[in-house]
């Protein structure tokens, strides 16, 4: 059955609703998608997680682009580029691409936003994306040449993630007014909000020539539906087109009604526990303890909760990053699922009774409440805190999170360079501060060289597995629900191209 819904329920509102709904948005050409986050910002540089990607793809352009399927990279705001010397890169611009609000874009925004995305004050969402900028040049109009403070082998997957912004009108609205109003080259550009929608337009004087194109449907809608049950009831109702991380037990559901496309595809995604190993949050915690962090890890049926709860196409993983990133490896500290092991390893830390502990988490309550579950089961007893992703994040960067239920995809990048400096390598979100660590990820992060880069993120892959600063837990396959009227390409990399989707 549904959640909420039962199956015949849910036939006769396919009967009565879903057909006169989807029409009604395909004759309008709007196409609504929901979302379970709400967007803090429509700054691209200030909105967190995949929707804040998601959100930088349709509004904003970046230098090049990253096909989402074969990886390749292509031209958009840059036509062509090179590289000088190991510290230099060299960007050719476009000729004639127009800010939505009309103003050509020129070397002095990517200038300036590049400028922005480097410079620790501006507390940019994902600092290593800039972080590794020392400075922009403006050769002439409509070239710029960005310097390295070192050698940054995943230069140009940083530069894919950095959308470039209009230097005078964010200089003349501040970030709080961007944030309200922004203003990029996108193929959609975002006419307002009503509700928890965020309304895009079609940017009809897109360019061509580039890595994305015009989109075919007018007005795409952001919609924040924050709870699974009643996106499932939209998507059955018709009242939204498209969905994704619906839970699988919904989703096979949701595969036997007439009017719905369900989709189930690997991602990079990857789900975890991170834990607040440097007592951040409490200097008497728990968790400084290494015994007490292997305990939880030994607590986990992490079979049980991939092959139930996200689905059979998810694996069970012991390292922190995604199995087929460049320098991952699964050669690390193995925790399986050992109740006794674990409560003789708290009772050795001092904690035969266990102990209480805030945990928080954001994307899927079964899962969550099942690693509660597990904890309690050792003597763990957690006070669960439910809240949307950002404000987890918020929480976290100001250390206040012992055990954060998480997940990230890398942004799509297949190297563990997009996720282990983002959390660790003091990042905002590292709760490690392992100096050892951060100097194995800092040196694999400025080596050139495939063989000992690889080699020093082998190493630092094992150390967090054998600190069990992470509970990695099993890989995350997506399940993407639409309507069948329309087609909205499934990417490699989760970062959906909505100005490709079709109607029927």
Same mark, same amino acid.
């Given at each position: 059955m549904l959640r909420g819904f039962s199956r015949k329920l849910a036939l006769a509102l396919v009967m009565g609703l879903a057909t006169q709904a989807a029409l009604a948005n395909k004759s309008n050409d709007t196409l609504v998608a929901a979302f379970d986050a709400q967007l803090p910002s429509l700054d691209r540089y200030h909105a967190p997680g995949r929707e804040g990607f998601l959100l930088g793809l349709l509004a904003y352009d970046a230098l090049i682009y990253r096909d989402p399927n074969t990886f390749e990279v292509k031209p958009l705001l840059a036509t062509s580029w090179h590289q000088i010397d190991p510290l230099t890169w060299q960007f050719d611009l476009r000729h004639g691409v127009k800010f939505h609000d009309g103003m050509e874009m020129t070397a002095e925004d990517v200038a300036f936003t590049l400028r922005y995305a480097a410079d620790p004050k501006n507390r940019v969402f994902n600092r290593m994306t800039g972080g590794w900028i020392k400075s922009v040049d403006v050769v002439d109009p409509y070239t710029v040449r960005i310097h390295a403070k070192a050698v940054t082998p995943l230069a140009l997957e940083y530069l894919m993630q950095l959308p470039i912004m209009p230097e005078k009108y964010h200089e003349k609205v501040g970030d709080v007014g961007f944030g309200e109003h922004p203003v990029g080259t996108g193929p959609y550009k975002i006419v307002g909000r009503r509700g928890s929608d965020v309304i895009f337009e079609r940017n009809d004087d897109y360019f061509s020539g580039g890595g994305k194109n015009k989109p075919y449907i007018k007005t795409f809608i952001y919609r924040n539906i924050p709870d699974v049950n009643t996106q499932v009831a939209n998507l059955i109702s018709g009242g939204i087109d498209w969905a994704y991380y619906i839970p699988n037990d919904q989703a096979q559901n949701l595969a036997r009604i007439p009017t719905l496309n369900v989709t189930n595809a690997q991602t990079f995604r990857i789900g975890f526990l991170t834990l607040d190993a440097a007592g951040l949050s409490d200097p008497n915690s728990p968790l400084k303890d290494r015994r007490v962090r292997q305990a939880i890890a030994y607590a986990m049926n992490r079979t049980a909760m991939a092959s139930m709860l996200i689905g059979p196409s998810s694996k069970v993983i012991d390292a922190a990053c995604t199995p087929s990133q460049f320098g991952c490896t699964e050669d690390v500290t193995h925790y399986d699922y050992n109740v006794a092991k674990a409560k003789s390893l708290l009772a050795e830390a001092g904690y035969p009774k266990g102990f209480s502990i805030d945990i928080y988490a954001y994307r899927s309550r079964p899962v969550a409440e099942a690693i509660i579950g597990y904890l309690d089961a050792v003597g763990i007893r957690a006070n669960l805190h439910w809240m949307q992703y950002s404000a987890v994040i918020a929480q976290r960067r100001s250390h206040k999170t012992p055990i954060v239920i998480d997940d990230f995809g890398s942004a799509g990048v297949n190297d563990v360079g997009g996720v282990l400096p983002f959390f660790f390598d003091n990042s905002p979100d590292d709760?490690?501060?392992?100096? $050892? %660590? /951060?100097? %194995? @990820?800092?040196?694999?992060? /400025? /080596? $050139?060289?495939?063989? $000992?880069?690889?080699?020093?993120?082998?190493?630092? @892959?094992? %150390?967090? $597995?054998?600190?069990?600063?992470? =509970?990695? %837990?099993? /890989?995350?396959? @997506?399940?993407? =629900?639409?309507?069948k009227n329309i087609e909205v390409p499934i990417p490699r990399d989760e970062n959906v191209e909505f100005w490709r989707a079709k109607w029927h």
């Open positions: 709760q490690s501060r392992d100096q $050892a %660590l /951060t100097d %194995l @990820i800092d040196k694999a992060s /400025t /080596t $050139a060289d495939p063989a $000992a880069r690889k080699a020093l993120d082998e190493k630092a @892959i094992k %150390l967090i $597995a054998s600190q069990a600063y992470w =509970v990695p %837990l099993f /890989t995350m396959p @997506i399940n993407y =629900v639409s309507s």
